[in-house]
């Protein structure tokens, strides 16, 4: 774009619009030399950023050996620097050059693509930044052997670790050491990691009764992906999270144990408002005993859990006499690929949402469900319209109703039962069906 010499020089003397520095195969190392020049002494944003290319491996080495020479004189003022290579050849050549002290780091994230790769490059080369980043406080590594040093990782606010296989894998003692050095944390994720041996943990459970739990005040995000069932559970035993909030559970076995550890957790104070579970087995009735525990939830998220029925979507919707409503703030319900669902329980659950009281064959509803061919849009209005007048003569607390609702891949629920529940809630999720040349018939 051309503008006049005015705009110009106002745009070259002003550093902080030249901060961000990139080098990458699409940012060349001129472009890089000359935001360096113009960003003066203001604090800059790195990032060096080369993905897994087929095409001249070779040349991405002499590349990332480069761009880090020419960073380096500026690596003082880094105030985040990320650094993504395929392999950790690249990685350790890249950080040899990363020895000057970092006093205003704040964010570090490096990452290693090839995860599974076996090498004598699997020996860190530390110190970073001279062990001296007084202002980090965010550190975030993929397959990065950093030898679990304390000084790299202390007092953050946010921990992201993946990518660590075999022998390279954290021990729960390591874990839980990084965590008592972070007493501020806000964010944890565990991804892609091997288990630890159950062995070992069966020896542990034993040392931990006469530890002391870490704690963990600030904590609001966890997320345990792949993480190993046994380092998740061991973990959740032996930390305190009164501030969660958010919490991801993937590819993680059999659930149970961990779902008592939250049980327990929430008997003081688990301001849970997001939880997803995902591709893992637990046992449903505790699961909806824990479920009654948890009256912040907004979003449940539960894709391909075969262990979850109508039992549960009926727990939701009928609560026992004298009891509160189970998760009366939840607003979005995730359902992928949960086929074991019957129609008639979800159905259940959304009328009685709208009308907060558990739902009744009344004869308006027995009309609107047994009917497959298509409700008209003022029939459904009128029909809610009578239910919420009904909802304003309880006095009792009524549950939030159902804002989203995510049906894709349920095979059983049919294209009249989606147009009903779209009606009734507002975003509804579902696998189009499919013609016979693969064209969407299900708008």
Partial sequence: MLVCRYWRDVAIDTPELWADICVSPHDSLEKAHRKLARSKSVPLDITINFTPRVDNPSGAMESIIHAMDLIRPALWRARSFRLSVPNKPQAHAALLRCKEEALHLESLCIRVFHSMQE??????????????????????????????????????????????????????????????????????????????DPETCVSLEHEFMSTKVVKLPRLTKASFYYAGIMRTRMLLSQISFPALESLDFCYLDNLTPVLEHLRQQSLTSLPLKYLRIESSFLNEPKFIILLRRLTSLVTLELVDVEDITCFLLKSLSSPPVAHPWV???????????????????????????????????????TAVASRSSFVSTASASAHIHALSLSRSATPTMQPRRLSSIDVTRCHQISKEMVQWLKMYVRDVRCEPAKGIWGESILP
Avoid at 150 to 179: A, C, F, H, K
Avoid at 337 to 360: I, K
């Fill in 119 to 196: 090498d004598h490059y699997s020996s860190p080369c530390l110190p970073l930044f001279n062990g001296h980043t007084p202002r980090l406080r965010s550190c975030s590594f993929t397959s990065f052997n950093f030898n679990w040093d304390r000084r790299v990782v202390s007092n953050l606010r946010v921990l992201q670790l993946g990518g660590y296989w075999n022998g390279s894998s954290p021990s729960v003692d390591t874990l839980l050491d990084i965590l008592r050095g972070c007493p501020g944390l806000e964010e944890l994720a565990l991804r892609n990691m091997s288990d630890v």
């Fill in 327 to 365: 998760c009366p703030k939840l607003d979005r319900l995730n359902l992928d690929g949960c086929t074991a669902l019957e129609w008639d329980a979800l159905r259940g659950l959304v009328e009685s949402r709208l009308s907060g009281r558990p739902p009744q064959l009344s004869s308006a509803s």
